[in-house]
Nanobody
Framework: QVQLVESGGGLVQAGGSLRLSCVASGRTFMNYDMAWFRQAPGKEREFVAQIAWSGKSTDYGDSVKGRFTISRDNAKNTVYLEMNSLKPEDTAAYYC??????????WGQGTQVTVSS
């Protein structure tokens, strides 16, 4: 079964950029769709972006469209989230997930992103 480890979070000023990475163990990574979610304290988990196993299809939450880009490198078992024009409201713990369609059944431990104003 696949295990996921996120990295790349940190503290950044508003308007800045960060790139998150999620490395998956196991040889079945390329069989899974991948996604990023986030959760801020006191708020529900929010969908950020997803990418199909082939990398040919992506989807984004309304709040990040035009600012975030999801990509994957199946040779490296890695999915990325490039985040630009960051806003304080982007502050959250970011989690990657593996699944099929919208059935996300593997989750990472999360990486914290904090955007200062």
């Amino acid at each position: 079964q696949v295990q996921l480890v996120e990295s790349g979070g940190g503290l950044v000023q508003a308007g800045g950029s960060l790139r998150l990475s999620c490395v998956a163990s196991g040889r079945t990574f390329m069989n899974y769709d991948m996604a990023w979610f986030r959760q801020a304290p006191g708020k529900e988990r929010e969908f950020v972006a997803q990418i199909a196993w082939s990398g040919k299809s992506t989807d984004y939450g309304d709040s990040v469209k035009g600012r975030f880009t999801i990509s994957r490198d199946n040779a490296k078992n890695t999915v990325y989230l490039e985040m630009n024009s960051l806003k304080p409201e982007d502050t959250a713990a970011y989690y990657c997930a593996a699944g099929l369609g919208t059935n996300w059944f593997r989750w990472g431990q999360g990486t914290q992103v904090t955007v200062s104003s």
